[in-house]
């Protein structure tokens, strides 16, 4: 690799600059959000001024504020729970017995992601009304768990690939029950994996923005569609966003970094790993 | 990743089949099944079924069936036209920046420099900002043409001011999306990268072969899977990009970013008419799974049962 030292300097240059570049506009919000309403509008830009948690006490101070991010924590929280639960054991029936239909299966699950929210906007909308579940947290619980459903089954599925079979092979001969087999042998092993899963579903969850925009209005409305609502006065409380927005996505940030390598593999399906 | 290595040595004597398993194993695959087989049928029969008859949600009463009228209706309404061609427009040139710029920035950051964890974890954050936000921090701190940061800074330069929204929407709106799904590709790419095999790399220079060479005819044959794979996952989310559109645009000025999306939106939510809508999903349905198709194909071919 010694080879490489004689260009380091520009290329490390330039991976910063791009890195820098790229991240800007979070840095931005991040330090606006720390300004007084009129210093965020100033012109010229102020990068250095005297730091206020002003914004952060007012947002705070609107009781709904609450509501909103409660709401995505219910709701993201809610829908991976859900699609764990139902893809953990059709994960492990794949994976450690599969039959001729398993693949068919499998692809078959990953096209069901293919179908556009916009397409079945107008049936899941009357549905949703009829049955009530119009502006529910239980209403969008659902959606999502369905919305992601596939791709937690696809990277189960896939890290229980990777546990040895001989395990539960001699796990079965001393007796071991499915039940057993899955809670202390598979479980524990994949645990890893599972945690991964359950972090891009929530990260997907959390920042899902048409179906959170479109069913609900105000009771059952997460942070994305709470910060949308700023859409509307704009120019007037830069700050105030800034610093609803950096509570918005300060935690989803901080996992997509810890999961940024198993996110691959969740993200395509496995095909890049 | 090590797991490439293990993947294909698996012991035939596993795949052996256990009848006494077979029974339970159907039924723990089924819940998942049944739901995603009503999520996916429901909804679609509704659609069509609903496509069929004039149903306004505002006149309930005056639901009738009419056969074609609502395809004749939106297939003749001109914004239709104009809401596919700029879906494709975003598509195509979304994609062409973010695999482009994706595909030179993951050889950038597979090159070793000082600090490039961080330097990574800075380039791919912004794919984890929620659409609405990076809507907004684009629209307001940004782009904003008195106030926003692009606008203080040609003004400095004695250039004028840009008004993004006004005279550049649909570029404005590809900015944003090409911003949040750049580090997706970069993501993605490095990875498929990082996989290549070094020695392969280490044998073509020995053989004299340069650095666009060595991209051209070793890099880049590697990465074409990678590459086709993220083309599709991000067409199936560029044809329905809403959330960006809804916060900053909502679809103006007139229809000049008005995609295939939210004009059904448009349509469903604001004129209630579910017929039309419902029309329109159809068409959006079909050409997404013109795009499936293919996403399909490649994802089959990687997957080993």
Redesign the interface.
Known sequence: ?AS?SSH?WW??L???L???L??F??F??FI?SFKTEVAA?A???KLFFQPTLENYVAIQARASYFNFAWNSIVISLGATILSLL??I??A???S????KR??G???W???????????????????ARELGLLDTRIGLIIIY??IN??IV?WMIYSFF??VP?EIL?ADRMDGAS?WQELRHVLLPLAMPGIASTALLSI?LS??E??WS??LATFNAAP???F??S??SP??LF?AK??AA?TL??AP??I???VS??Q??RG??????? | ?T??A??PQ??PA??QK?SR??I???L??A???I??VL??V???A??LW?AFQRYNLLLPDNREFVGFANFTYILTDPALWVSIGITLILVVSVLLITIGLGTA?AV??N??????G?????????????????????????M?P??G?FA?ITR?LGLGAIDWFADFPLIAIIIIVS?QW???AL??LL??IQ?LDTDQMEAARMDGANSVALFRFVVLPHLS??IA??AM?ET?FF??I??EI???TGGGPGLATTN??YY??LK??LEFD?GG??AG??I??V???I??IF??R???R??D?
């Not at chain 1, 450690?96 to 039959?99: A, G, M, N, S, Y």
């Not at chain 2, 090159?111 to 490039?116: C, K, L, S, Y």
């Open positions: 690799m490489k380091q290329i490390t330039l991976g910063w791009v890195a820098c790229l991240f506009p979070i931005w919000m606006t509008v012109t010229p830009p139902l893809a054991p059709a492990y029936a794949m450690f017995f599969p039959t398993t693949k299966t499998l692809l699950m990953l096209s069901t992601k293919m179908l556009p929210s916009v397409g079945v906007l107008v049936p899941i909308y009357i549905l768990t369905l459903l596939p089954v690939k990777e079979k092979e499915t990260i959390w920042n923005a048409f925009l479109n942070l994305t569609a910060i949308a700023f859409s704009q120019g830069w966003l800034s927005s918005a996505i989803i940030l996992f997509g970094w940024q390598r996110l691959v993200l395509t399906f496995g095909a890049v790993k | 990743m797991s490439v293990t993947r698996q012991p596993a795949e256990r398993q077979k339970p194993a159907r723990l695959v819940p998942s099944i739901v995603l999520w996916m429901v909804p679609l509704m659609a609903f920035l950038l950051f090159q070793d420099f000082a600090g490039r961080v330097a990574r974890v800075l380039a791919i954050s912004p794919f984890f900002v929620m659409p609405t936000v990076s809507a907004l921090i684009w629209k307001n701190m940004l904003h008195v106030n940061l203080q400095g911003w750049l580090p997706f993501l993605i990875t498929a996989s899977r990678a794979v993220v996952i199936i044809l329905a809403f959330a809804f916060v900053t295939l999306a059904i939106y469903a939510l579910v809508a419902s999903s159809l959006a349905v050409l997404a799974n795009v499936a996403l399909m490649s994802v089959a990687n997957l049962t």
